[in-house]
């Protein structure tokens, strides 16, 4: 299961939605939202961090979410896409090539800017020359921090930020169904509304203005002197049929009149670019979409099919048990997060990830550590069932020695009553010879764990230990399977000319800070004839009670010096 959170923080609400995305349709397990202050978010800007970090935080306690790592949302206008030409240059080279284009198209401050690009197109211009066709995503530093500040003052971890814009694409449109044409989406949300055009699923253009059904809700309150809270209530009931809806709507069709102009604007802006396929249809979404005559009058003024879309109509629902009211509740408010949470449906184009090379640095690591504890897991599986084919095989091996021990005995004993005394002896040969071979490749662990106690320097002790016998490995080749402290997994395979090998955990305290001391140490206490040179792996030092608690795992491959032959037990 690979499980996705998406935050949108908007300017009326905190939203997030958490998705299964692994195989088969992508599965809605976790949403929720929770209302901000007005004032707390502003043109996409953090204001109010105590109190936008507060709702996050409820958020997660009432939410059910079972991620702390999210991927944000950015929409502003101090977030914004552009496109740029390129000559042709590697996928590896284009984030450098973008950062020394873009200062010609970005209007921030190259210090404090944060790019990401995807690769719209490749083409040849018309003196030959191959060039990059190239959609950036920009974002200011300060509304980027102010972000982050928030998310992780709830106590998450940011693992990307995307743009609502691209968010929107990957909701709404449906990669079975794609054409030719472009289409746009349009979400009206509290504070802002966007406007996104794409084509075959990837924008072509992004545009952000700064007004949304809070305006129409600003509008009733000054119309009808009505608080805030009762002027929104009202905006939801202006179709029924009593003097104060119908003096409300008259208020609010200023503000459905100067939106649909400026949706309209952007439209035909994208139109009278050169090139551009002409729009087929418009996708509404976003709770300011559902005032009462929003939906006919941008249809009559942009003279496209509009037609409402649900983010939930590609989602598997059956984890919730959601009532139809329920979802049409929520459906408007969950395009941004959903898409913040869904992957590109073209495996080849990656993400937009804004997030500053710190944040970015923090999230690998814990996605690293998330892949290494996983594959630590397998290894424990693997390896339980592969000490358990050891024991056995070593089990029959002990079997068989006991078996020629009794042989040699018996022989022993008839060889003077038998005439052939040469044929006699020429078998006991043979019998040791046989013994020899088994016991020459069996590991006498009794030896090893002596020499073991001997070599590990004082200030040392061994908190785990698991040892394997088998055949040697490929020459130049040793792995070390690591175990949390307190648990055995299966030894690393021996290096060549080994006969076995053992992994142990080991750990100490010392006062001060003891550097690499210890490690070194252990290495050189366990340079015996015996073992082969260690390999030490994820050394730790902590600081506790005035000292340093020093903890690594070591990997060490045993000779045939340790073998049963060697060591006169047989």
């Given at each position: ?38 004032g ?10 105590s ?41 590896n ?16 401050p ?64 449906n ?8 289409e ?84 035909q ?73 869904l ?8 993400k ?14 814990r ?19 592969y ?23 018996t ?135 005035g000292?340093t ?22």
């Amino acid at each position: 299961m690979a499980q996705v959170v998406g935050l949108d923080i908007g300017a009326s609400a905190v939203r997030a939605a958490e998705l299964d995305v692994g195989s088969g349709a992508p599965s809605l397990i976790a949403f929720g939202q929770v209302g901000l202050p007005p004032g707390a978010i502003d043109d996409g800007e953090v204001k109010d961090e105590s109190a936008v970090a507060d709702a996050i935080t409820r958020l997660w306690r009432n939410g059910g979410f079972k991620s702390k790592s999210v991927i944000v949302g950015l929409a502003g206008l101090r977030a914004i896409t552009r496109e740029i030409d390129l000559p042709y240059v590697p996928d590896n080279e284009i984030d450098s090539a973008v950062r020394f284009q873009s200062e010609e198209v970005i209007p921030f401050p190259p210090e404090k800017t944060l790019l990401s690009a995807q690769v719209l197109a490749d083409y040849q211009s018309p003196d030959g020359a191959q060039m990059r066709r190239v959609l950036v995503a920009a974002a200011h530093r300060d509304l980027v921090d102010g972000v982050v500040s928030v998310v992780e003052r709830a106590g998450l971890q940011v693992e990307g930020i995307d743009l609502v814009s691209s968010a929107l694409v990957r909701a709404l449109v449906n990669p079975v169904t794609l054409t030719e044409q472009p289409e746009a989406i349009v979400t009206v949300g509290a504070g802002l509304t966007v406007v996104v055009v794409h084509q075959m699923g990837r924008p072509q253009f992004v545009r952000t203005i700064g007004t949304g059904g809070n305006a129409a809700t600003e509008a009733v309150s000054g119309a009808l002197d009505l608080p805030l809270a009762d002027a929104e209530a009202l905006k939801r009931r202006l179709n029924e049929p009593f003097p104060q809806a119908q003096a409300a709507m008259s208020a609010v069709q200023g503000h459905i009149n100067e939106l649909v102009g400026e949706i309209r604007n952007s439209i035909q802006y994208f139109a009278s670019l050169p090139g551009r396929a002409p729009i087929s249809k418009v996708l509404i979404t976003g709770g300011g979409s559902q005032l009462l005559g929003f939906r006919d009058q941008l249809e009559a003024n942009v003279r496209i099919p509009v037609q409402a879309v649900s983010p939930l109509a590609r989602l598997n629902l059956g984890k919730l048990d959601l009532r139809p009211e329920q979802a049409a509740a929520i459906d408007p408010v969950l395009a941004t997060p959903i898409g913040l949470a869904l992957p590109e449906p073209n495996p080849s184009v990656r993400k937009f990830n804004l997030a500053p090379p710190e944040v970015a640095e923090r999230a690998k690591v814990r996605r690293i550590t998330r892949q290494v504890a996983m594959a630590a897991g397998l290894v424990v599986i693997v390896a339980a069932g592969y000490g358990a084919l050891k024991f056995v095989q070593v089990h029959s091996a002990e079997g068989d020695v006991n078996t020629l021990n009794q042989n040699i005995a018996t022989i022993k004993a008839e060889i003077p009553t038998f005439s052939k005394a040469v044929e006699a002896a020429d078998e006991e040969k043979t019998a040791k010879g046989q013994v020899h071979s088994l016991t020459s490749t069996a590991v006498d662990w009794s030896v090893v764990l002596t020499a073991l106690a001997k070599g590990t320097p004082a200030g040392l002790g061994i908190t785990t230990f698991s040892g394997t016998a088998g055949s040697t490995a490929t020459p130049g080749t040793s792995t070390a399977a690591v175990a949390p402290a307190g648990s055995s997994v299966g030894g690393p395979t021996p290096a060549a000319g080994g006969i076995g090998s053992f992994t142990a955990t080991v750990t100490g305290t010392f006062s001060g800070d003891p550097h690499y001391a210890p490690v070194a140490q252990w290495l050189d206490g366990l340079g015996l004839p015996m073992f082969e040179p260690p390999s030490v792996t994820q050394a730790t030092n902590t600081a506790q009670n005035g000292g340093t608690t020093v903890m690594f795992q070591s990997a060490v491959s045993v000779t045939s010096a340790t073998s049963l032959a060697n060591n006169g037990s047989y």
